[in-house]
């Protein structure tokens, strides 16, 4: 048994990795060992999403649009920031990163929600997820993260209007809000104490 409670240790494999994300984040995260990420910018697959870049800090969709409602390079951009954040450990001093947040940012409501990947449908995950990597990117202290932030737990309109857009269902502890708000020193109102 696996330090991971699997029949085999999945560690090994993934140090020995050809892809040098694999490599290095197994390293980093499962392995406990100083690493430093900054190589990974280089990479060709880096290089080769960066170029792809709309001028306006999108990315094009490549597949099939099936309705008019939904704002497909929103929905790309979300997708690939997210490989370069998570998986490829940019953050906002790199300039495609910061292109893509400031695109995903002319789609946030005054009240702090993003919409667009389903209509103009509030999406509690897809908010969610944008400030989870918004966050990871290094944009925490942004006042519209904040004001994301806000949006989702106003702890005043907690108790009168029942749950924020943003929190997760019930039973549900793995969403991103709460990695979000976890990471970051956020307590949604459900689980301040009274």
């Given at each position: 048994m696996s330090r991971y409670g699997l029949p085999y240790d999945p560690l090994p494999p993934l140090l020995s990795s050809s892809d040098m994300a694999v490599r290095l984040r197994a390293a980093r995260e499962l392995d406990d060992q100083t690493v430093d990420l900054a190589a990974l910018r280089d990479l060709p697959a880096v290089r080769k999403r960066v170029d792809r870049q709309q001028r306006d800090g999108s990315w094009r969709y490549p597949g099939r649009r099936v309705d008019g409602t939904t704002h497909y390079e929103y929905l790309e951009t979300y997708r690939v920031l997210g490989e370069l954040v998570e998986?490829?450990?940019?953050?906002?001093?790199?300039?495609?990163?910061?292109?893509?947040?400031?695109?995903?940012?002319?789609?946030?409501?005054?009240?702090?929600?993003?919409?667009?990947?389903?209509?103009?449908?509030?999406?509690?995950?897809?908010?969610?997820?944008?400030?989870?990597?918004?966050?990871?990117?290094?944009?925490?202290?942004?006042?519209?993260?904040?004001?994301?932030?806000?949006?989702c737990s106003p702890a005043d309109k907690w108790m009168e209007d029942g749950p924020p857009p943003c929190a997760p269902s019930a039973g549900s502890s793995t969403t991103p809000f709460l990695v979000a708000v976890n990471r970051y020193g956020r307590t949604p109102p459900s689980h301040r104490p009274i």
């Open positions: 998986l490829y450990a940019l953050d906002d001093t790199h300039p495609a990163v910061s292109r893509a947040a400031e695109y995903l940012f002319t789609l946030q409501t005054e009240e702090g929600d993003f919409r667009g990947i389903y209509g103009n449908e509030y999406s509690p995950n897809y908010t969610a997820g944008i400030l989870e990597l918004m966050m990871h990117a290094g944009l925490e202290q942004d006042e519209r993260v904040e004001r994301g932030l806000d949006g």
